[in-house]
């Protein structure tokens, strides 16, 4: 859903994925954009961008599978001036 060119989006967690990286383990997280078992992400299928998102942590403990996620995208302001 969108507010002064804020958006809100709804994604699914779908796997976490341990990976070997030195010096410790990373954990991939991928998510899709949800499009139905619910009317409101039905109403998210039909308003916001789909599409999939793929992250990675050091931390094991940040998204868990089959939960669902609002993710909101915002402009960033400014960039710094160096």
């Given at each position: 859903?969108?507010?002064?060119g ?28 949800v ?15 789909s ?29 710094i001036?160096?």
């Amino acid at each position: 859903m969108s507010n002064n060119g804020n958006i809100r989006t709804k994604f699914f967690c779908h796997s976490v994925t341990k990976m070997v990286s030195a010096p410790a383990f990373v954990y991939n997280y991928k998510f899709s954009a949800v499009t139905s078992g619910s009317e409101e992400n039905k109403t998210f299928w039909k308003w916001t961008p789909s599409g999939m998102i793929e992250l990675s942590s050091i931390r094991d403990d940040l998204f868990e599978v089959g939960k669902e996620y609002y993710l909101d995208f915002m402009p960033a302001s400014e960039p710094i001036k160096e």
